[in-house]
């Protein structure tokens, strides 16, 4: 069975196209929904149930400027981030399915007994605190943890969304994060971290340029 693996690994691109088509599906996905959500966050920009807002989140009555805005009002918000929720959603399923059928999970995904000590000291490498960086294989640990950590965040996000769709009737979901206004706080922080998380990427991207043909071509096969 290891040798079979070991073959079949040998016969892969670096980045199989499936993984390239779903890669650049969230590229027009994530946006778009992101503007679409600000949209309608704006139509009540507050946390907390009406006439007791919470005095702890620090952001009340944030205006999104309009170029950050898709959908140009609350109806039409809604209908944009609807009809992409369902596209990103199938998106993350055809990237999942595939990864956990083939075995691409085993050196994509964070493995805290092979990862954690790599992705420390590649922590440390960037902080300027360890002069070379570890061994790196196809990806070190610490894109290993920042790439499961989107995969998590991405469930949180559809989670906390079906929560605010439908309240009532998925109240067993919306009870996961203490409700519907709940579920509105932990959908915001989500977007906020996924885009914190997409600006890391494209950063880390420009310094390592090499690491984006292979997202185009597929790259060298037996990585």
């Known amino acids: 069975m290891t040798r079979r693996r070991e073959q079949r690994d040998r016969a892969r691109r670096a980045q199989p ?34 006439g007791q807002m919470y005095t702890w989140f ?12 898709i959908g140009g009002w609350l109806a039409g918000a809604r209908h944009v981030h609807f009809a992409f929720a369902w596209a990103l959603v199938a998106n993350a399923l055809l990237y999942l399915v595939y990864v956990f059928a083939s075995g691409e999970w085993r050196r994509r995904f964070f493995l805290p007994r092979r990862d954690a000590k790599q992705a420390v000291g590649t922590f440390a490498h960037y902080l300027r605190l360890r002069r070379d960086a570890p061994a790196q294989g196809f990806y070190n640990g610490l894109q290993r943890l920042a790439y499961t950590t989107a995969i998590v965040l991405g469930v949180v996000e559809v989670l906390s969304g079906l929560a605010m ?34 600006i890391m990427h494209v950063v880390l991207v420009a310094f390592h340029p090499r690491t984006l043909p292979p997202m185009i071509t597929g790259g060298p096969v037996g990585q």
């Not at 778009?32 to 149930?49: D, E, K, N, T, W």
């Not at 203490?178 to 914190?196: K, Q, S």
């Open 58 to 69: 620090p952001i009340q009555n944030w205006t999104a400027p309009e170029w950050m805005r």
């Open 17 to 50: 196209w499936i993984v390239r088509l779903t890669h650049w599906g969230n590229v027009v996905f994530l946006p778009v929904m992101a503007g679409s959500g600000l949209q309608i966050l704006m139509a009540f920009p507050y946390f907390g149930p009406r």
């Open 165 to 198: 769709w439908k309240p009532v009737q998925l109240s067993y979901v919306a009870a996961l994060f203490g409700g519907y206004d709940g579920a509105r706080v932990v959908h915001f922080v989500g977007l906020v971290a996924l885009a914190l998380f997409v």
